[in-house]
């Protein structure tokens, strides 16, 4: 998506059922010199729609499916200085889960939490996300 590009996120590992990002300072710093609250909610936000697209077969079984984010909230803890790291896991359980919903209900929905931390491994901000697999179209 080209504001995350402009963003400067980097995706730095996925996998089926997990994601991390990183997030540079620049252009994502506030005028007090920390990070900027909206982008860390955009990097943590993404994550859900990069686990769906490396999860769920969606040019296969799931064809005409899309991952959406239907809610999200964020806490933000400390400000962030230098790189954050963003990233969200879901369990083997709930991937089998999500998949079952979607195929005999036409949408899987799942609670994504991710954990943005800074270079020196701080928690700077936590997200909850409520996410659906559905079928669109």
């Given amino acids: 998506m080209p504001i995350l590009e402009a963003m400067g996120i980097r995706v730095v590992e996925v996998a089926p059922g997990r994601a991390i990002a ?3 300072p620049e252009p994502n710093v506030n005028h007090f010199g920390v990070t900027y609250a909206g982008s860390l909610y955009s990097v943590a936000e993404m994550l ?6 490396a999860t769920f077969d969606f040019d296969g079984e799931l064809a005409g499916f899309v991952p ?3 809610e999200s909230t964020i806490r933000f803890r400390r400000p962030a200085l230098g790189v954050v790291r963003a990233s969200a896991s879901l369990s083997d359980d709930e991937v089998a889960r999500v998949r079952r919903d979607a195929l005999s209900t036409g949408k899987g929905e799942f609670v994504l939490e991710a954990t943005l931390t800074d270079a020196g491994g701080e928690v700077v901000a936590t997200t909850v996300g409520t996410y659906q697999v559905r079928r669109f179209g």
């Fill in 22 to 24: 990183d997030l540079p």
């Fill in 48 to 53: 859900g729609g990069v686990l769906a697209l």
């Fill in 68 to 70: 959406l984010v239907k």
